[in-house]
């Protein structure tokens, strides 16, 4: 395909997409559709280190971080999710540095840097239960409805607003992975994640490149947190931090692809529909049974498909689409090990 | 004043020496990690829901069939061991050789087979023994019996494992395997063989650390997250592998857990030792005894 | 004893070895002599099933070594001293021994093996709780030959044990070497050191590039030219 028949590829289904909503009308399925693009934007922020080797459980505390720090701030100082928002992104961005750096300056890499980040999102969790007389512990949140001005709080009731949102913000997250595709980061990166020593020898700046990145993914996935808090209006420790979402976010990324930009977004889509599907074939028995499933197919995907569901088709329909990156050959590697 | 100080003492010396009973179980923790770290090269995120359903069996058992304490903790020990076995032999024996961030991975995907499976099987509420120890007065001091009979069955585990490992053939490979891998076959060695018992052994220890926290804990599907991060944590710093480094690191973490639950809850004892995780990182980046594989 | 018959083996798109035959008769010690790369530790590694041949075959005592998994080869007798001697460095001599004799049969008869080998190597015994890794060059190779011996091996195969070792321990070395054989043991064994190694071998095989370019008794090896020119330095 050219790069303008690619252009327009792109501009009719996004047209396609920003018109949907005035055709088609039903709640629920708007409501799926907001919920997989949200989860897209968040997997697609998780995607732009994973796909560089930096594999991060750490991604669930951003991302519980954006959604809470946002709406405690609503509730106990009435600050706007306008101004609330960037606030919890910063934070957010604080504890990514605050945890990156030393992992970087001292090349915590492979399974150490797996587990550190790992703590960290269960360490979030923590915090977001221990402080319950403000957060509600593990029995959720919910923000203060607007008295006032809707567009102020970033409340709305209709779903065709939410949607245009949250597709906007998907959008925006495919652009910038696109962004550091075509940029010499990539470069960077990807030498960093074949060897870091010889990168560093080549002069490539390892922890401040690493560092950058981190703070790239670790700020949208905190939007992601924040704007999935806006549309619910409701969050518990669960469903926004946590192991159990940075796994998810991993999950979803390997189950459509790391080195597409599309891959964790077709990810989304697959999960989504599935825990929905499961949740509606068992109704309320289906606790559990969804993320069973997940956990089973995970394992499935590492053992045979690591290259995730789009990965695999884009190559077996166009082996010779390009010459693939050094770290794609090997189609296991979804990351370099341990030192 | 001098007696807030006074009593402000000896809650001190208590939480001290509980940290160090607690201690005694995040080190069999992480003992069980960093053996299958040490041998296999892989790390099993899915290790405190291992633990988790130990102490499922051990609830199902004691308070629903009225099995005797001390009857049920063989069969957890044994239960979990086979757990070990049947995870390495499904999900990492056929990643040996791919990269060992896609084994870790695998081992996370369980973590939510696990935690789900629960969930389904047993519903989300909060179950325990029913069994109260009763506390013992020392002084002016309380501690509970639970802690001190699961510190030195800790003990007790641990000291089993180091004699099996240095007293026995096959304790004697699993030391040398993490050494040199590739000619453990002119000893005459089976690796897959090895590696499958140190799964069973690490499952083992898990299980062992299951029938103690039963003690102390409510069990509910996500109970492992409590303490999963802290062993990970603990792994890190002492080194993954290194066995010494994890028993120091697990009991420098359970003073920090125990004295910053002293001054306030205990979750914040968590970030405490999260900090001075990152902290130590600054002053020892290769770990506590600088050996880092 | 040991027979090799058109074995080919390599490394990937590598090949080592081309159509090696090889033979080794009980109680005879033979040497493999050659440069370099030459193919002489992948020889070793074949028989000992560190990695498979793709073509040919192997056969010990008339058993099938090829289709023998590796870690049962050991239990055919045969016994593999690996090149750089590939102790456990972070383990005790006692440790190392005790891992010679892991298969079943060994164990069974650990204690008297024990004392075979601190017979042999009375150094051994001496530093039996010391680190592997810590000794010296001389009594690192004593304990790799004696963990070897510790499975009571009918063919003791030895790869490069002059290797890294100053003169003086080498004569050590093939001191031993020799005692082993006296001892009534099957010996294969690579070495550079070709002087060295014609004094020890009844036999011996000269390797080049992966092919067997000569063949003949110590005697004959030492009188042939091609030997002479690039090998003795005459």
Not at chain 2, 190 to 196: E, G, S
Request: aromatic share 10%.
């Amino acid at each position: 395909m050219t790069g303008q028949g690619r252009l327009a590829a792109w501009g009719i289904g996004l047209a396609a997409l920003v018109a949907l909503p005035f055709v088609y009308r039903d709640p629920y399925h708007l409501h799926i559709l907001v919920l997989i693009l949200i989860w897209s934007f968040a997997y697609t922020s998780w995607s732009m280190m994973g796909r560089f080797g930096l594999v991060s459980l750490g991604h669930g505390g951003f991302m519980g971080i954006g959604a809470y720090v946002t709406a405690l701030l609503w509730n106990h100082l009435g600050l706007s999710p306008w101004i609330g928002i960037p606030i919890s992104m910063a934070a957010a961005g604080a504890l990514a540095m605050i945890v990156g750096y030393p992992c970087f300056r001292f090349r915590i890499t492979g399974h150490y840097f797996v587990l550190v980040t790992l703590a960290l999102s269960g360490i979030v969790l923590q915090v977001i239960t221990a402080t319950r007389d403000y957060t509600g512990g593990s029995l959720g949140y919910t923000p203060n409805r607007a008295s006032g001005n809707k567009l102020l709080a970033l409340q709305f009731d209709g779903k065709t607003t939410w949607y245009l949102i949250a597709l906007a913000v998907w959008l925006f997250g495919i652009v910038v992975w696109h962004w550091v595709d075509r940029s010499m980061a990539r470069y960077a990166l990807e030498a960093i994640s074949e060897d870091e020593d010889a990168a560093a020898a080549a002069g490539v700046d390892v922890t401040a490149e690493k560092l950058k990145i981190t703070l790239l993914s670790a700020l949208m996935t905190a939007l992601a947190g924040a704007i999935y808090c806006q549309y619910q209006m409701f969050i518990t420790p669960d469903t926004v931090s946590g192991i159990a979402v940075s796994l998810q976010m991993v999950f979803a990324a390997i189950v459509g692809g790391l080195f597409v930009s599309l891959g964790p977004t077709v990810g989304a889509i697959i999960t989504i529909l599935l825990a929905e599907t499961l949740r509606i074939g068992f109704g309320t028995k289906a606790v559990g049974w969804d993320n069973l499933v997940y956990g089973v197919l995970l394992v499935i995907f590492i053992i045979f498909l690591p290259k995730g569901i789009l990965g695999s088709l884009l190559d077996r329909l166009k082996p010779q689409r390009k010459v693939p990156r050094a770290h794609e050959q090997e189609a296991v590697q979804i990351a370099r090990p341990g030192t | 004043m001098q007696t807030f100080l006074d009593i402000f003492d000896i809650y001190l010396l208590e939480a001290v020496i509980n940290g160090i009973l607690l201690g005694g179980v995040l080190a069999l923790l992480a003992l069980g990690l960093n053996l299958i770290f040490g041998v296999i090269d892989v790390t099993w995120i899915c290790y405190a829901e291992l633990v988790m359903l130990g102490m499922y069996a051990m609830y199902f058992m004691v308070q629903y069939y009225g099995v005797s304490y001390f009857v049920a903790a063989p069969f957890t020990i044994l239960l979990v061991a086979v757990l070990g076995a049947a995870l390495h032999y499904l999900v990492i024996a056929p990643l040996l050789t791919a990269p060992p961030i896609n084994q870790l991975l695998a081992t996370g995907g369980v973590l939510f087979v696990l935690q789900s499976f629960a969930t389904v099987a047993f519903g989300i509420d909060f179950r325990n023994l029913g069994i109260r120890l009763p506390v013992l007065a020392f002084g002016d001091m309380n501690f509970s019996y639970a802690r001190l009979l699961s510190f030195v069955a800790a003990l007790v585990g641990m000291v089993a494992v180091y004699l099996f490992m240095t007293r026995t053939f096959t304790g004697t490979a699993i030391r040398a395997i993490s050494q040199d891998r590739q000619i453990m076959a002119l000893m005459g060695v089976d690796t897959k063989r090895i590696y499958l018992i140190t799964s069973a052994l690490g499952g083992a220890l898990a299980g062992l650390a299951a029938c103690l926290l039963v003690l102390q804990y409510d069990v509910h599907p996500f109970v492992g997250l409590s303490f999963g991060p802290i062993t990970f944590l603990i792994c890190v710093l002492g080194g993954l592998g290194n066995f010494i480094g994890g028993f120091i690191a697990a009991f420098l973490f359970a003073e920090i857990i125990s004295l910053g639950g002293l001054f306030s809850d205990l979750e914040w004892g968590y970030v405490l030792a999260f900090a001075f995780f990152i902290v130590m990182m600054f002053i020892r980046p290769a770990g506590l005894l600088a050996r880092r594989r | 004893m040991l027979e090799l018959r058109g074995v080919n083996a390599g490394y990937g798109t590598f090949q080592a070895l081309f159509d090696v035959n090889l033979d080794v008769k009980a109680g005879e010690a033979v040497g493999v002599i050659g440069p370099n790369g030459a193919g002489k530790t992948t020889l070793m590694r074949i028989i000992s099933g560190l990695i498979r041949p793709s073509r040919g075959s192997i056969t010990m005592e008339g058993v099938d070594v090829v289709a023998t998994p590796p870690h049962k080869i050991v239990s055919l007798g045969i016994a593999h001293v690996p090149e750089n001697r590939r102790l456990f460095p972070q383990l005790t001599v006692d440790d190392n021994l005790k891992m010679g004799a892991f298969m079943k049969e060994a164990r069974d008869h650990y204690a008297e093996r024990l004392e075979v080998v601190f017979d042999l190597f009375p150094r051994l015994k001496e530093r039996r709780h010391q680190m592997a890794g810590t000794m010296s060059g001389g009594e690192q190779q004593m304990c790799a030959i004696g963990r070897a011996l510790m499975s009571n091996p009918k063919l003791l195969l030895l790869d490069e044990p002059s290797a890294g070792l100053a003169p003086v321990v080498v004569q050590q070395v093939f001191e031993l070497v020799k005692r082993i054989r006296a001892s009534g043991l099957t010996v294969l064994i690579v070495e550079q050191n070709v002087q060295q190694v014609l004094k020890v071998v009844d036999r011996a095989y000269l390797i080049e590039a992966g092919t067997i370019r000569a063949s003949g008794t110590s005697a004959e090896m030492l009188a042939s030219d091609t030997v002479k020119e690039a090998y003795l330095g005459v």
